[in-house]
């Protein structure tokens, strides 16, 4: 097998005098586009799913400002050998690869330009065996959700009902049931995943127990791609649900109310808190308990002027698509896949913040984008920092700046004027390819643990994209 060449190796054979370099075979003949034709056609016949030659990368990315990205093709994997064809061929070809779970990397690293993007969405299937599932990485938030309900269970994950499991995974997890179970990362018992040599591994606490450990927050698309995950089940058939909204007038107050109370809480309750752009303040959430308890809980919030509290029980799918933001449709319906332009980072907070920093945030988001505050403690800081690649366990809350505008220059200008508030990680699945000195803000003092795991799995860097480990 052909090999790509390392960085190290290209510069070396630039030193040495311009020794010859190996080139994608299209690009070393006279007629590339026939060259091109073979490698696709010798692609199509080593797989089982379609093989696509799109012209852009619309409906495969959920943020349309990546939606002109041209991929030299996409397949669609049928199963796991598909993926190790996918490999095997793009190392042989010297072809950038990326896999697409759910489509929803914010930063659009679910394609690359001239590349082969994997699409796993054929990945799907659900099954529950005692407390374990076991789900393909191309499984969407909303179809788990619905296969586990009608088995009273579920996994903590997203409230996006397109997200795919895989990418969620891997990076972290944190959803409204966090608190409560941990992130969806801490729940994985075991993952296969094909790595930069063709293989597939599966890894778990006994067998390759550092790529496992890798895979649990060491971020997508780093350490090869993932197949199928083994879950951790948890029993729910429902919950109580919330939603506070005040005036404007007192968005300072109501955030100082929310930061004492959401990190701090019954792990039970996982308290969400906005700032929106349109100039409404709010907290939304649900707790694994009574209504009569979760009223008691949130008097803190409902003692600030002009609180307006709505409380409900809900079954517990319903609940999902309550948050998913299409109640009462079809779980089809909910599945549907509809992108929108936005740029967006993140921020964690590990000191409460002064009346200075809640002004700041409140400024923020009068200039127009969003800030959503979700809060950590509970089940996701009973973990240590370094059980797991997710380093963020010592953090009372996360902010993301989000612009539907996908205007990079107001979520720069924001996450500036929260610095002095904030400690300097950042979360990887709110990846931000404008953020200086990401890899310690991803990963902290778990970062060299990862590049050794990188290098030893993937030594010329196969799997790469802008910010890769």
Partial sequence: ???????????????AGGAALA??????????????????????ASVKGPVLTPSSSAGLVFNSRYAGIRPMAVVRAAGPADVQACVRWARRNSVRITARSGGHSYAGYSTAQGGLVVDLRRLDSVSLSGRTVTAGAGTQLIELYAALARRGATVPGGSCPTVGLGGLALGGGMGLAGRRFGLTCD?????????????????????????????????????????????RA???????????????????????AWQQLAPHAPRALTALFTLA???????????????????????????????????????????????????????????????????AGSDYVAKPLTSRGRAAAIAAAERGGTLLFDPYGGAINRVAPGATAFVHRHQLFCIQYYSPTASQSWVGSSRAAMAPFVSGQCYQNYIDPQLAHWQRAYYGSNLDRLKAIKQAVDPDHVFRFKQAI
């Fill in 1 to 15: 097998m052909e090999h790509p060449l390392t960085r190290r190796e290209f510069a070396a054979r630039l030193a």
């Fill in 23 to 44: 080139l994608p075979s299209w690009v070393a003949v006279g007629d590339a586009g026939a060259a091109r034709s073979r490698a696709l056609k010798r692609l199509a």
């Fill in 187 to 231: 729940n994985v018992t075991a993952v296969q995943i094909v790595t930069a040599d063709g293989r597939l591994h599966h890894a778990d606490a006994d067998t390759n127990p550092e790529l496992y450990w890798a895979c649990r927050g060491g971020g997508g698309g780093n350490f090869g791609i993932v197949t199928s995950l083994q879950l």
């Fill in 234 to 256: 948890h029993r729910v058939s429902s919950a109580a649900w919330f939603q506070v909204v005040w005036p404007w007038s007192q968005a300072n107050e109501a955030l100082a």
């Fill in 277 to 343: 752009g349109n100039r409404r303040v709010s907290s939304i959430g649900q707790f694994f308990g009574s209504e009569s308890a979760l009223r008691r809980l949130l008097a803190p919030l409902t003692r600030v002027s002009g609180a307006q509290l709505s409380t409900g029980t809900s079954g517990y799918l319903a609940l999902m698509q309550r948050w998913a933001g299409c109640a009462g449709e079809s779980i089809g319906q909910c599945d549907h896949f509809s992108p929108a332009p936005f740029d």
